[in-house]
């Protein structure tokens, strides 16, 4: 293994002080010190996480909303301050806007299901070439259901959106633009003031996707002017099991629920049901407590960290894995857009991603290799399958240097 | 690296490069999709049955170096064996591939007995069990399409 001699370090940024934040970084993995490298997948989390889920187990465990005695109202008061650091994580204008669910998926489901019910026979949903299976397969069920339309806009081979073609796209039976904010399989930045001002020009509400943009970007949901922003907790350093649905509440007010149960309603009679306010409607049953503190958690920790310093040094990180990896022979990165987060896609000659996924585990590299859940990506470059890094601030120059050492090592052994 | 090694091995190595009978086969009794949706794994393989004996087997396909691998040993193994013959075989690939520790001798399977370094790559065994889950299917069965899953 190489380790360069520069120490590739960063103004502003100590990656080693960041890094024992992370306690399972520190591990070995078939004798070579861990280097994950598929954060797209999930993060890691952060000691305090565990932490502040650990504790809540032990000193507050209650169901929340329900109980008067001590423990119910510290477990409710953790949960509800939880959701106001979400809120003013993402600048939304208030705490009705912010809808606990199971994750990213569950939250376009809810949209799909909620929204869904009042679109009719024709209707048309707006998604894109490049969304993940959750952006997509929800509107086709709804399509089942309900014989809606799904459009589709475009990408360019460097694996970015055709905007010459979104226009043309809205039709007056548009009744929801759906996009990723940034793609999994390509890492791509889409340019989601322009669709939304697009989309506005045509009276259409829009739904961001943005699982993969918050671990890398700062989102204001009142300065984008979304009307919906789906994320995953799991994916932004926090638990597993937890996720938020933005709404704006003018919308969410006039939406159908969602499930039904306990927690979402005011009176319940055999003839009546009466729901309850936003944004307990849309979360029926017991919630993830320990999810929900947990993802607080995590949000706190991203808001005393250097952001500026952290965004500069990502940066740095695409800028030389792309270097380093378009110097390995045969090797051909997928997704070349001009505003990419820190993930690079590839392919290389004569070497499957799941042999490339095997031989760079036995060097404790750690990568995604797959479809990531767009088929229709991969289907656009003709390929079964990529291998992705996926980095995140914690990662280092080394580990990329790792990575590129590895790749051409497959190469020599496969080819 | 000499881990690695027990996977890929030469022998492994010069299938993936050279597949044996990787050819298209018009006159086939039995024509059966293998699909590992996972990894993307995709193959086709043909058998041509005649008196209980197969006369011929080839396939098609993409995938990794192990699924590409284990289906040209594949065609090498059952070629001009009897159906009986065949279907024994696949029991005891079955076994040396899925079990730990497996009743199998890797030596008495001849060069099949490469693929035993799998074990040891417990997300890779699929891979390597596809193009056999193939060959049951086709002459087991009357589906045309198996999936891994
Ligand atoms: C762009 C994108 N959207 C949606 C999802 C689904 O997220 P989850 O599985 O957490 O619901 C993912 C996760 O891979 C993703 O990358």
């Not at chain 1, 996707?209 to 984008?224: E, K, S, T, W």
């Not at chain 2, 013959?85 to 079955?94: C, K, S, T, Y």
């Not at chain 2, 009743?103 to 193009?131: F, Q, W």
């Amino acid at each position: 293994m190489t380790v360069s001699n520069e120490p590739m370090t960063s103004p502003g940024w100590d990656v080693t002080s960041v890094r024992r934040d992370f306690p399972i970084l520190e591990q070995s993995v078939h004798g070579y010190p861990l280097a994950y490298l598929d954060n797209a997948a999930t993060t890691q989390k952060p000691r305090v996480v565990l932490e502040a889920m650990d504790g809540y187990y032990r000193r507050d465990n209650a169901n929340v909303h329900r109980g008067v005695h001590a423990l119910a109202e510290r477990a409710t008061g953790a949960f509800e301050a939880a959701r106001e650091s979400v809120r003013r994580f993402i600048n939304a204008r208030s705490t009705r806007e912010i809808v606990f669910v199971r994750g990213t998926t569950e939250a376009i489901n809810l949209v799909a299901s909620s929204f869904g019910q009042r679109l009719r026979e024709g209707d048309e949903i707006l998604i894109s070439a490049m969304e993940h299976h959750a952006n997509i397969v929800p509107w086709q069920l709804l399509r089942e259901r309900s014989g809606i339309v799904l459009r589709v806009v475009p990408i360019t081979p460097a694996g970015e959106l055709d905007l010459d073609r979104l226009s043309s796209l809205f039709t007056p039976r548009t009744r929801l633009l759906a996009i990723t904010h940034v793609s999994n399989a390509l890492g791509t930045v889409n340019p989601v003031r322009e669709l939304i001002a697009e989309a506005r020009r045509h009276g259409v509400p829009v739904l961001l996707d943005g699982a993969q943009a918050l671990p890398h970007l700062r989102v204001d949901v009142q300065a984008l002017d979304c009307d919906f922003y789906a994320f995953s907790g799991h994916k932004l350093f926090g638990p597993t099991g937890i996720g938020v649905l933005y709404g704006r509440e003018s919308l969410l007010e006039t939406l159908p629920p969602y499930q039904g149960g306990g927690e979402m309603i005011r009176t319940v009679s055999f003839e009546k049901t009466t729901f309850a306010g936003l944004p307990h409607r849309f979360e029926a049953g017991t919630p993830d407590i320990s999810g929900v503190i947990g993802l607080g958690r995590a949000i706190e920790y991203l808001e005393q960290l250097d952001w500026d310093a952290a965004t500069a040094y990502e940066a740095r990180l695409l800028e030389h894995a792309t270097a380093c990896l378009q110097d390995v022979p045969g090797l051909r990165i997928i997704g070349q857009a001009r505003h990419k987060v820190a993930l690079v896609s590839f392919v290389m000659e004569d070497v499957h991603p799941h042999d490339m996924g095997t031989i760079l585990d036995r060097r404790g590299l750690a990568v995604r290799a797959g479809h990531h859940c767009a088929m229709p990506v991969m289907s656009y470059y003709g390929v079964p399958a990529t291998s992705r890094a996926a980095m995140a601030f914690y990662n280092t120059f080394d580990e990329i240097d790792r990575l590129a050492e590895a790749l051409r090592y497959a190469r020599e052994l496969l080819a | 690296m000499s881990d690695l090694d027990d996977l890929y091995q030469e022998l492994i190595l010069d299938h993936k490069r050279h597949p044996r009978n990787f050819r298209d086969m018009p006159d086939a009794t039995r024509a059966v999709d293998g699909h590992n949706p996972l990894c993307g794994d995709q193959l086709r393989l043909f058998v041509k049955v005649a008196d209980g004996r197969v006369e011929d087997v080839s396939f098609i396909g993409v995938g990794c170096a192990i699924s590409m691998a284990s289906a040209s040993m594949l065609t090498e193994a059952v070629m001009g064996k009897t159906v009986q013959e065949a279907q024994q075989l696949f029991a005891d690939m079955h076994d040396l591939l899925t079990r730990n520790p497996s009743g199998i001798d890797p030596a008495e399977l001849g060069n099949l007995g490469a693929l035993a370094g799998v074990h040891e790559y417990p997300m890779r065994v699929k891979c390597a069990t596809l193009s056999w889950h193939t060959l049951d299917t086709a002459l087991n069965t009357d589906d045309d399409v198996v999936t891994t899953e």
